[in-house]
């Protein structure tokens, strides 16, 4: 089992920035990538930034390619997001996710609210 919690979030102005953590604990050896999702009220559960835990291969969705940056440190198992430039479209609930060959993990998730 993999343990996830996230922490960071919180309010900030349209063009601000914002950085979220996520700490990874239990049986990290059986990850392979780790990422973030968001959940906008009403909306589907979408796909943020991924990180592949050996090579530090990264991938962004459209809406956050350019703004967001992922990054990892195996060392303390854990997945950050800087997130800059922010919109209020970006106000979501973010998930952090860890994927195994057989599990995926979630956080608990953490708010993220963007003001105009």
């Known amino acids: 089992q993999v343990s996830l919690v996230e922490s960071g979030g919180g309010l900030v102005q349209a063009g601000g920035s914002l950085g979220l953590s996520c700490a990874a604990s239990g049986r990290t050896f059986s990850i392979y990538a780790m990422g973030w999702f968001r959940q906008a009220p009403g909306k589907e559960r979408e796909f943020v930034a991924a990180?592949?835990?050996?090579?530090?291969?990264?991938n962004y969705a459209g809406s956050a390619e350019g703004r967001f940056t992922i990054s990892r440190n195996n060392a303390k198992n854990t997945v950050d997001l800087q997130m800059n430039s922010l919109r209020p479209e970006d106000t979501a609930v973010y998930y952090c996710?860890?994927?195994?060959?057989?599990?995926?993990?979630w956080g608990q998730g953490t708010q993220v609210t963007v003001t105009s």
């Open positions: 996710n860890a994927r195994s060959p057989y599990i995926n993990y």
């Open positions: 990180i592949i835990w050996s090579g530090g291969i990264t």
